[in-house]
């Protein structure tokens, strides 16, 4: 086995925002191998986190977020993470299937940040774990995270890109976590996607970030009731997912078909009903960390949203 080891000490002026506060990073602590095995991931997690002879003396993680991500979407992934780290003191474990590697093996980064808190004579620490999986570790993915999940706490996971819904990965690693965030606005061959994605809604809660970038228009179209009782059609320029949940709610509320024209574009811009423009509150685009942020806070299972996919996939 190769492992070599390598380590960065000592305090750094880097500012985050998060949310109303900034968080300074004062300490980051880092180790690398090649061809590891999930306990050499362990141990250097423990010792970078008792590095100077004592824990962080906060360490308040709240959950563990689970991330896949093929190669196509590796930059955007880790720009959220770097959004991510001091919103959610947490254990991030990044797994990077690389299907051109052809070596069965386990390559590691593992990441110990410790944030100050301003106002506070207190520091918490964040903990991000990057699996690059070759060849035949893609498809036990599982076995991999499930050592490394903290106790008693909620595993969130984050997928890139449209799910292989029935294939291994996507499965076993559905059947660890609490809670499963896709954004369905990466995803093809809609709307039939949406159809296959209900089949898991009793297996685990799934969030969408598409569906909460619709959030506002909903609220706007609910506004204009009782006008739109007896809706029969729905306009929307937006990506194609948003168009459809849009249409897939508006049909589960009325309980009833509504037709729906759409025409493509990078972000939802138009909606009518029957020819009404919908107007609704203007606010600023929240970032792709934001949105995840956003989803991370949610625990509960969202039924409007599950009856507008069923309603979207037909």
């Known amino acids: 086995m190769h492992c070599p080891r390598t380590r960065s000490?000592?305090?750094?002026?880097?500012?985050?925002?998060?949310?109303?506060?900034?968080?300074?990073?004062?300490?980051?602590?880092?180790?690398?191998?090649?061809?590891?095995?999930?306990?050499?991931?362990e141990r250097q997690l423990a010792e970078l986190r008792y590095d100077d002879g004592s824990a962080p003396e906060l360490r308040t993680?709240?959950?563990?977020?689970?991330?896949?991500?093929?190669?196509?979407?590796r930059e955007a992934a880790e720009a959220v993470l770097d959004e991510l780290r001091e919103r959610h003191p947490s254990r991030t474990i990044a797994l990077f299937p690389d299907p051109a590697c052809e070596r069965d093996q386990i390559d590691a980064e593992v990441a110990v940040e410790t944030f100050d808190l301003p106002g506070l004579e207190r520091r918490v620490a964040t903990e991000v774990v990057r699996l690059r999986l070759c060849d035949g570790r893609t498809d036990r993915p599982a076995s991999i995270v499930l050592p490394?999940?903290?106790?008693?706490?909620?595993?969130?996971?984050?997928?890139?890109?449209?799910?292989?819904f029935y294939?291994?990965?996507?499965?076993?690693?559905?059947?660890?976590?609490?809670?499963?965030?896709?954004d369905t606005t990466e995803w093809d061959g809609l709307p039939g996607a949406l159809g296959e994605l209900t089949q898991f809604f009793d297996l685990v809660v799934v969030s969408d970030i598409a569906w909460a970038r619709t959030a506002r228009w909903r609220q706007a179209i609910a506004g204009l009731w009782p006008d739109v009782a007896d809706a029969g059609e729905l306009r929307v320029e937006g990506p194609e997912a948003e168009a459809l949940l849009l249409a897939g709610w508006l049909r589960s509320r009325l309980d009833r078909g509504?037709?729906?024209?759409?025409?493509?574009a990078e972000t939802l811009g138009a909606v009518s009903v029957d020819g009404h423009d919908v107007k609704p509150v203007a606010e600023e685009p929240k970032s792709a960390g934001d949105l995840l942020s956003d989803q991370l806070e949610i625990f509960g299972r969202d039924r409007i949203y599950e009856r507008a996919v069923a309603a979207a996939a037909h």
């Open 258 to 264: 509504v037709s729906l024209v759409h025409e493509a």
């Open 148 to 164: 490394l999940l903290i106790s008693a706490l909620p595993v969130f996971l984050r997928w890139r890109g449209r799910p292989d």
């Open 61 to 73: 993680s709240v959950l563990t977020h689970i991330a896949w991500v093929p190669p196509e979407w």
């Open 9 to 41: 000490v000592g305090a750094t002026l880097v500012g985050r925002v998060a949310g109303a506060r900034r968080a300074v990073v004062a300490q980051a602590l880092t180790w690398s191998g090649e061809d590891v095995t999930i306990a050499d991931v």
């Open 167 to 182: 294939a291994g990965p996507f499965e076993q690693l559905a059947d660890v976590a609490d809670r499963l965030v896709v």
